[in-house]
């Protein structure tokens, strides 16, 4: 019985045990396997890293090298046009007061009280008369229309060129001042004795054109005297200066 009992116990020893340290070899190898073929990967990865840093390190020998004719310019570049140059330095000179009309008659007729520097509403032909200095103020004056400021009978020549287009020369003319300087000139014009004339009219440095207004106070007989004798007095020492 008991040899019996030895001889089972060395079979199932035998089958049992034996198989399953047989398998947990199997499996210990298919593990091996695996973890050998990512310590390959992980080899092969770090040689491409490996690679990849060397290339970014190593500078390029191509972008070193410049291109022989970069350096090398057009031989027109240096040739300056001179009709650009004549235009450019025509376009940088000011264009202030080149064309000034005076109304002479306001200074000997009136006293100027404040003056103030308008601009003007002019059609196409007007303003080429007004830079050909074709423009008389000597009986213009301004006045109110409702709460714009005109300049009336200032006579402005007709364009030789206009033909059918051509203006009106005595029209009234809209002077264009900011709202704070209006309500100015109708408070001062409401006293007694005030009215608005125009001194000149002129082109300022940006081409435009522009008209300077005073309020004044008409001259007594007696004031336009001593204004005729104050120039007479001027002109004759200016003529002792000279002599």
């Not at 080149?98 to 003056?115: D, M, P, R």
């Not at 709202?179 to 940006?206: A, C, D, S, Y």
Request: hydrophobic share 40%.
């Amino acid at each position: 019985v008991a040899g019996g009992w030895l001889l089972v116990a060395g079979c199932w020893l035998l089958v049992v045990t034996g198989c399953w340290l047989l398998v947990a070899g199997c499996w210990l190898l298919v593990t091996g396997g695996w973890l050998l073929v990512a310590g390959c990967w992980w080899l092969v990865a770090g040689y491409w890293w490996l690679v990849a840093g060397c290339w970014f390190r190593v500078p390029n020998p191509k972008s070193e090298i410049q291109h022989p004719t970069s350096d090398i310019r057009h031989p027109t570049s240096d040739i300056r046009n001179p009709k650009s140059e004549i235009r450019n330095s025509l376009s940088l000179q000011p264009m202030a007061n080149i064309i000034t009309i005076k109304n002479k008659k306001a200074g000997f007729e009136y006293f100027l009280v404040e003056q103030f520097t308008a601009g003007i509403m002019l059609l196409g032909t007007e303003i080429k008369s007004v830079r050909e200095g074709k423009v008389n103020l000597t009986d213009s004056y301004c006045a109110f229309e409702g709460d714009e400021l005109y300049l009336l009978n200032a006579h402005i020549s007709e364009y030789k060129f206009g033909n059918q287009f051509n203006h009106i020369a005595k029209r009234a003319r809209k002077l264009l001042l900011n709202r704070q300087e209006l309500k100015k000139i109708i408070g001062k014009t409401r006293e007694k004795g005030l009215t608005i004339v125009p001194l000149e009219m002129f082109i300022n440095e940006k081409g435009f054109c522009k008209v300077t207004i005073s309020i004044a106070k008409g001259k007594k007989m007696y004031d336009k005297r001593e204004t005729l004798k104050t120039k007479d007095n001027k002109r004759e020492m200016d003529r002792r200066n000279e002599d």
